[in-house]
Structure formats: structure tokens, C-alpha cells
């Protein structure tokens, strides 16, 4: 076999010579992919179509002792690294060109501890098999709203979903982490072991090191929740939303409601003359006692006339999955996101605008409520510090076909610049571009430079640069 070509962190080719990939080959569990192997395409393939790169090597992890070798070696060789958890990332930072992908994804263990309300996770377990795991013994953690993103990204931005007005962010649940540093180094991370690591992986990316476990505090949820959708016309979305703001600060804080301006899906239980109409959806879903669970959402489900509506007691991991057909692999996607204090009258005249101009019927304006678990926490905390946001909106610019990459990418943009004005200036990192590096500061805002003094004693070299990146040098 030729040598293999591998680029560096610093932009340059080297030749990994033959002997040099077996031994990595021979020092591991998992396995070692090149171009010339039979799962190499399906491995470096993300959620986003739009990111099409071919990594030289890709080292498929079996272990933390596989993470601990594909590290020191990244590091010997000075290779450029793309960690992968489960590959949702939007920016593609999973996977590069030329250098080595380390792939999480087979390390797929979860271990329960019941009676402690604990579980043990491993990064390359996904949302829908984290609840499902968890809901076997009634218990949860936050975490977000489509079943087949990663635990590991998803953490380490920090995570929210239905739970999260209750409960907190997922890095508000996170008790300790394993993590292989830049040094190849297996550490423990936790209020007590490494505390200054543990503040920055809780929201901080993978800036600081490999997580090969992640330990989650569990609450009791479920096993059913009342929850489901609201569909009203786009042109009554003013009045609606104006009833919604309002009506949301009265209810508990099991209660979640987002909010979704697209165009209609076939969903059965819409009459299908609105199908591909401009609507407003609320999702929405309570947690608390299911007693008490009609009571608390009549208001909103009898405002207005809606065109259809589908709500009622499901399971939570059911309500878990809902969204997933709308949010399935393999299309292009491009983002831009905000955070909110609140939604104004002229943040909603906005929304509406451009979600009349919606480029394709796969794209959507998606706001997430987020609500006291979250805002309760101090903001220097832990490194994700926006924790006065109430929404975060995600312009999900979705299609797929490539020549509307540039309707649908300016279409984003522009909604992105006229909502500027409403929103609070930060950022959430895990809704970021690749092309976003210049959001970073304003994403860690007053935490940033705690950041940089982290990421120069943990990477001093930048070895984990794939990711929103925080630069040793602080530049
Ligand atoms: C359809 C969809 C729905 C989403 N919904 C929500 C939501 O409801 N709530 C929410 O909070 N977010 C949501 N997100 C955003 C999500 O949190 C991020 O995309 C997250 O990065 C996904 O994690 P992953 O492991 O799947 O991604 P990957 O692309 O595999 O990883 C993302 C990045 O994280 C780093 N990384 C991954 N694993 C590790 C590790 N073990 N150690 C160190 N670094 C690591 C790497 O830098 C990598 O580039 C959603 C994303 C998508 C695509």
C-alpha cells in the first residue's frame, strides 16, 4: 500500500508510511477507514448534505483507550482532527478534508442507575436512544426535540428542549465527564475533579478535549405527557402570538410551547386544502400532572380558529420522535439563529414578513421557549452564558435540491438581519455556520476570556480547532 497523504493543523501534506497506520491499526479496538475502505462513504456522511468532505483517515472509536491512541497520534503527527458525535452538527465540524475524523459513534453504551436517578453515557448515543433507555425506569434528562442528533454535541453547546423551563439546559444536568484532553490524557471532570474543565466542556464545545462519557442526572418524567400541535393560519400569526406570549408566562413550568412558521406538511389532521399553506404551528408540551393538563391548555388551544389541531397523552418518548420526519438526514440546510428576551410586536411583524416569502417547503422559522430552569442560573456558571434568552430562534433554511442554494441561503440571511434588532446579541453554538467564527466572542460573551485561559492550558496547540473555535491565542 503507498504511503498516506494526511494534512496537518498547520495546512500542510505529510506521508504516513504504511507501518505507521498499522501500528495505530494494531494498538486499537475499533477499526481505522481510508478512502479505500467499504464503510469509508457511509462514515464521513453528516446530517447536513451540504458538507461533502473526505477525511484521509477515519478512526472508529470502540473505547475510551481507542480515543486516548486516535489523540496522541493526531497529536504526534500534528494532524488535523474533526471529532464526530452523532453528525448533526449544522457547521460540519465532524468531519474534514485530508486530516483524521475520530468517529464516537460506535460507542454506544448507557448505564442506568435507578434508584440514584443517574445515567452513564457514552458520546455516541443519540437523543432517541438516551429517552428510550431513561423512560425503561420512568426518568429523563432534558435534552433537545429530534431523536437523532447526538448526546455528545449536543452537551457540550449546552442543550435544550421540552423539559429544559423545568429542568435546566443538559450541561444543567451534567454531575461529570470523562474527557481524553490534548494531550491524550484520560481526566475526570466534575464540581470536584478538574472544575475549571468542567465549567468550559458545559457549553464551551469541544474546544477543551474528547468526552468519552458523560454523566447525567436524571428526574422522573412521564411515562406520558399531554402534547401536540396547534395549526393556525399565517395570517392570524399577529394576534396569536401577541395571546401566546402573554399566555405562557401564566402557566407552570412544566408547560413548553414553541413555535413554527412554514409551510403546511400533509399531516393527516389537517383538511387537506391547507397543505402546503403558510401556518403558524404551536408545539406544545406539558410534562406535569396529567390531572391538570387540559385545564392548563384550554386557553390556548380555544384562542382563535385554528385550521387543525393534534393534542393529547402520549407517550414522552413518542413526543420525543414527532418532529423527526421533518428533520430527517441527507437534505441541505443552512441556519442562522438569535436569542430573544421576549417576542415584540415588531420582532413578530418581522417573522411573519419572511416567513411569507418562504423559499421551499421543507424550510421553517423554528422559536424554541426556553424559561426558568435555564434563566435561574447564574450566567458565569458554566461557559454557555446567555441565560437571559427566553427564545432562540432558528432560521432553518431546508431544501433539496442544489440549485436553490442561494434562494435559500439568501432567504436565511435576510430574515437573520431584519430580526437583528430584537435580539440580545448572543449566540447559541450549536446553531452556528462554519462561516460564523467572527460570533464566537459574542456567543461566550462576558466568559470568553475564562475560555481562552482554559483552552491554552488544555490545547495550547489547537488541536481541537474544529469546532466554534476557541483560539489559545484569543484572537
Ligand atoms: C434536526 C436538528 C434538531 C436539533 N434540535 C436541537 C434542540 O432541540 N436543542 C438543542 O439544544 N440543539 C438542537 N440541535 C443542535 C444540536 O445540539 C447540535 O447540532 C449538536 O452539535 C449535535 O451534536 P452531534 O453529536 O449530533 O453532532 P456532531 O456534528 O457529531 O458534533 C458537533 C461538534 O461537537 C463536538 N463533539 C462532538 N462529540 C464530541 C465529544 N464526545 N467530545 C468533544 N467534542 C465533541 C465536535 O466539535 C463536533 O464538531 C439540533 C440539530 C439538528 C440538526
Redesign the pocket.
Known amino acids: 500500500m503507498p504511503d498516506l497523504q494526511v494534512k496537518t493543523y498547520t495546512g500542510k501534506d505529510i506521508s504516513l508510511k504504511t507501518e505507521t497506520i498499522d501500528k495505530l491499526k494494531e494498538s486499537l479496538r475499533g477499526k481505522v477507514l481510508t478512502s479505500e475502505s467499504d464503510q469509508y462513504n457511509e462514515t464521513r456522511a ?3 448534505a451540504m458538507i461533502d468532505k473526505r477525511p484521509a483517515l477515519i478512526v472508529r472509536c470502540a473505547s475510551a483507550a481507542d480515543v486516548m491512541r486516535a489523540v496522541r497520534f493526531a497529536g504526534e503527527h500534528k494532524l488535523l482532527v ?13 468531519v474534514c478534508d485530508g486530516g483524521m475524523m475520530i468517529d ?1 459513534l460506535p460507542m454506544k453504551s448507557v448505564r442506568i442507575d435507578a434508584k440514584g436517578m443517574t445515567a452513564r453515557v457514552e ?1 455516541g448515543v ?1 437523543l432517541g436512544e438516551l429517552d428510550r433507555d431513561t423512560q425503561a425506569f420512568g426518568l429523563a434528562t432534558p ?4 431523536s ?7 452537551t ?6 421540552w423539559l429544559s423551563r423545568k429542568l435546566g ?2 450541561i444543567d444536568n451534567l454531575i461529570s465527564a470523562d ?1 481524553v484532553t490534548a494531550a491524550g490524557e484520560l481526566v475526570k471532570a466534575s464540581a470536584t475533579d478538574n472544575a475549571d474543565l468542567f465549567w468550559g ?1 458545559r457549553g464551551g ?3 477543551f ?4 462519557s458523560f454523566e447525567f442526572r436524571l428526574h422522573k418524567v412521564g411515562p406520558e405527557v399531554f402534547a401536540g400541535l396547534i395549526v393556525h393560519p399565517l395570517d392570524a400569526a399577529k394576534d396569536v402570538l401577541r395571546f401566546y406570549r402573554d399566555f405562557i408566562k401564566t402557566t407552570p413550568q412544566e408547560f413548553v410551547c414553541w413555535f413554527v412558521m412554514r409551510m403546511a406538511p400533509p399531516l393527516p389532521f389537517l383538511p387537506p386544502e391547507w397543505h402546503g399553506k403558510h401556518v403558524l404551528a404551536l408545539a406544545l408540551c406539558y410534562s406535569g400532572d396529567m390531572k391538570d393538563a387540559e385545564r392548563i391548555a384550554k386557553p390556548l388551544r380555544s384562542f382563535g380558529k385554528p385550521v387543525g389541531e393534534h393534542i393529547g397523552p402520549m407517550p414522552f418518548v413518542a413526543w420525543q420522535t414527532i418532529l423527526d420526519p421533518l ?1 430527517t438526514p441527507g437534505m441541505r ?1 443552512y441556519w442562522k439563529s438569535h436569542d430573544f428576551r421576549e417576542a415584540s410586536d415588531g420582532l413578530i411583524d418581522v417573522l411573519i414578513a419572511h416567513a411569507r416569502k418562504i423559499p421551499d417547503p421543507q424550510s421553517e422559522i423554528a422559536f ?1 421557549q426556553l424559561g426558568e430552569g435555564v434563566t435561574r442560573i447564574s450566567k458565569e456558571a458554566t461557559a454557555y452564558t446567555h441565560r437571559d434568552a427566553q427564545f432562540v430562534m432558528n432560521v432553518h433554511g431546508r431544501w433539496d435540491n442544489p440549485a436553490s442554494d442561494a434562494k435559500c441561503i439568501s432567504w436565511a440571511r435576510e430574515l437573520f438581519q431584519a430580526a437583528a434588532p430584537f435580539a440580545t446579541g448572543g449566540a ?1 453554538v ?2 452556528m455556520t462554519q462561516e460564523e467564527q467572527d460570533r464566537v466572542r459574542s456567543a461566550y460573551g462576558s466568559n470568553y476570556d475564562r475560555l481562552v485561559t482554559l483552552k491554552k492550558k488544555y490545547d495550547p496547540n489547537n488541536l ?1 480547532r ?2 466554534q473555535n476557541i483560539q489559545p491565542s484569543g484572537s
Open positions: 453528516i446530517w447536513n474533526a471529532v464526530r458525535g452523532a453528525g448533526h452538527n449544522i457547521a460540519g465540524n465532524a464516537l458520546p443519540t435534552v433537545g426535540i429530534n437523532t442528533t447526538g448526546i455528545a454535541g449536543l457540550l453547546g449546552g442543550g435544550f428542549g439546559l443538559t474527557v466542556i464545545g469541544g474546544n478535549g474528547v468526552v468519552t428533520l440546510n424554541a447559541y450549536n446553531f481541537f474544529l469546532n
